[in-house]
């Protein structure tokens, strides 16, 4: 079994990885890699000096609650090819575990991106970004997850269900992540839309 292993040194889920190749179909994998670029390119995701990557994106595999997302330590990449996504087949909250298929294991917020899927089948696709001017400016002021409940735990995945609960969420569809510093999150039903709700935080 291989486990996720966050940057505090504690295992918050675990990750059952089954190693395979995986084809993803271009109609997915396109825009996905597209504007993970234009989210590297703006150092919404990336890595910090010491080696450790943040930020991450998804996009669900229609009609399932199946999706791809950026792999663990892919955050200092500039560019990122089909091996670079595995695919989260499964993922248990009370069981604080996820199943993928691929190369490379999920990130460490699969459980928050799956928590976000679980809410509403139109959802289509998921940017987690770090930017702490953002994050800074919008504390608070966006829906945001309660302040002590920590990233890549059961505890942030029902959190989040909680929050995409509320109207405003729905509305704006981006929120903050209160307990990880920097941390905002967007969805949308396609990647572009996920990713320009980030990219409009930037013009209010």
Same mark, same amino acid.
């Given at each position: 079994?291989?486990? $996720?292993?966050?940057?505090?040194? *504690?295992?918050?889920?675990? =990750?059952?990885?089954?190693?395979? &190749?995986?084809? !993803? ?17 703006? #150092?919404?995701?990336?890595? *910090? ?7 991450? !994106? ?10 791809? /997302? #950026? ?6 990449? %500039? ?5 670079? *996504?595995?695919?989260?087949? &499964? =993922? ?5 575990? /996820?199943?993928?298929?691929?190369? +490379? ?10 928590? /976000? *899927? ?18 800074? &400016? ?10 002590? +409940? ?16 509320? %109207? ?7 929120? $903050? ?20 709700? +980030? ?6």
């Amino acid at each position: 079994m291989n486990t $996720v292993q966050p940057d505090d040194g *504690y295992i918050k889920f675990a =990750c059952h990885l089954i190693p395979e &190749k995986i084809e !993803i179909p271009s109609s997915l994998f396109d825009p996905l890699n597209f504007w993970r670029e234009e989210m590297w390119q703006k #150092s919404f995701i990336g890595a *910090y000096p010491d080696g450790i990557g943040f930020g991450n !994106i998804s996009v669900r595999i229609p009609n399932s609650d199946q999706f791809y /997302i #950026s792999g663990s330590a892919t955050g200092s990449l %500039p560019e990122l090819v089909q091996i670079h *996504y595995p695919l989260v087949k &499964k =993922c248990d909250l009370l069981q604080n575990t /996820i199943w993928c298929h691929g190369l +490379i294991k999920a990130s460490s917020e699969s459980m928050s991106h799956a928590a /976000i *899927y679980s809410c509403n089948p139109e959802i289509g696709s998921v940017v987690h970004i770090h930017n702490r001017k953002l994050w800074e &400016k919008n504390l608070n002021i966006l829906p945001t997850t309660a302040c002590e +409940i920590e990233y890549g735990t059961p505890e942030m995945a029902y959190e989040i269900i909680r929050l995409m609960g509320l %109207p405003e969420t729905q509305n704006r569809k981006v929120f $903050v992540m209160g307990g990880h510093t920097e941390g905002i999150v967007a969805f949308g039903k396609t990647v572009e839309e996920a990713a320009r709700r +980030i990219l409009e935080l930037e013009a209010d």
